[in-house]
């Protein structure tokens, strides 16, 4: 049984995706011929541990382990509960040579891979990833971070898992609403870089919202490939990577504007019709490409639309204010048709403005 992977080439970093369902006897292997003897720290929390509790034991038989379930959700990813960790692993008696396993959704990533970045100056960390925002983008690429009362993601570190294990069957619990934050992120990778999984999006809808097909496999291997290849290409975002900030300016600015009361993947599907209808605007993209956009976007339930309660003034300024904007200039993704992508920091704000106004409009 050889499960698909997807290798990120980061020289004595490099590390393997896998993919597949019920995968966990592969983990069993590879765990016991990587590392052997150590005790494994297991990080989830508590809504994961109550639906995969069993399953978290089926992934870990015969490896000495202890589990540590956090409180759930985003207003937990503090230093209080990094604190709690560390204090976890400190009680396990963890060592250099011990490992993390993050078992749950982006949230659990970011802050089991800090702690794992930070004690004993870092320690290994695997992924294992449940929700599909997480599967197709934050357990890949090494960010981990946690907020401050004074912002999101304030702290934070790169620090590459030793490997990624996804299984897609994980996502059949999730509520409607976060398969569709996973979904938002898969669209913005069809659209920036894979035209393959752009018509796949479009042909294979039905089969996708299937937890466990092959279907869905496909399409979070294809993000993966392809953040991979990003990664691999730009670890540490010195250019490259930026693209994948694809619909996250505009993005962003609502997320904050709404005091984060608009998740992060509506807020990209909003963010990625903003960049296509300047581009389309400027001349780079295809007008017919953008509706094709807005069609995929309903089909998965994702918003096209600007809220009316926030002005393209407010989503100008708030861009302004991104720490990200902090060298005066803004660096905007736009595309230029399915699977390209162009940055540019020189784009007229007006002509955003006039993007926004049309898009809040019917
Ligand atoms: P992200 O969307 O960044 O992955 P979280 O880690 O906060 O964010 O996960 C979103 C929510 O879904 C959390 O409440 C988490 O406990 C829950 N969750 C994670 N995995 C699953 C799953 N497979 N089934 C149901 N709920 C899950
Ligand atoms: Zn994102």
Not at 48 to 53: D, F
Not at 158 to 177: C, G
Not at 303 to 309: A, H, K, S, V
């Amino acid at each position: 049984l050889n499960p698909e992977t997807v290798t990120v080439l980061l020289g004595d970093r490099s590390y393997d995706i896998f993919f597949g369902r019920e995968i966990y006897s592969l983990f069993q292997e590879w765990i016991c011929r990587f590392y052997p003897g150590g005790t494994v720290h297991v990080v989830t929390d508590r809504n994961v541990a109550s639906i995969y509790g069993g399953d978290i034991q089926r992934w870990l038989a015969g490896i000495p382990h202890d589990v540590l379930a956090l409180p759930p959700g985003e207003e937990h990813k503090n230093f209080d509960t990094v604190r709690e960790i560390y204090g976890f692993l400190a009680r396990g008696d963890a060592g250099r040579d011990s490992l993390v396993v993050a078992f749950g959704g982006g949230v659990v990533g970011d802050l089991a891979g800090f702690a794992a970045a930070t004690y004993l100056r870092g320690i290994s960390c695997i992924q294992v990833p449940t929700t599909l925002l997480s599967q197709v983008d934050s357990s890949v690429g090494g960010k981990t971070g946690v907020d401050l009362p004074e912002g999101k993601n304030l702290l934070g570190a790169f620090h590459q898992p030793t490997a990624v294990w996804i299984d897609p069957q994980f996502v059949e619990t999730l509520p409607p609403r976060e398969f569709r934050q996973g979904m938002a992120e898969v669209i913005k990778m069809a659209l920036l870089g894979d035209e393959d999984l752009w018509s796949h999006l479009q042909d294979h809808a039905r089969e996708i919202k299937q937890a466990g097909s092959a279907a869905l496999t496909h399409t979070i291997a294809s993000c993966c490939r392809l953040k991979a290849s990003v990664v691999a290409a730009d670890e540490k975002e010195a250019g490259h990577r930026r693209v994948l900030n694809l619909g996250h300016t505009v993005g962003h600015a609502l997320e904050r504007l709404s005091d984060y009361q608009i998740l992060h993947g509506d807020a990209v599907a909003i963010g990625l019709n903003s960049a296509a209808r300047l581009a389309v605007r400027l001349g780079w993209f295809s007008r017919e490409t953008l509706m094709r956009l807005e069609e995929l976007c309903r089909e998965w339930q994702l918003p096209t639309r600007l809220p009316p309660e926030f002005t393209p003034d407010a989503i100008l300024s708030a861009i302004k204010s991104d720490k990200k904007c902090l060298d005066g200039k803004l660096h905007f993704i736009l595309p230029l048709r399915i699977g390209a992508v162009i940055e540019r920091s020189d784009l007229d704000m007006e002509e955003l403005k006039r993007v926004l106004q049309e898009q809040q409009g019917s």
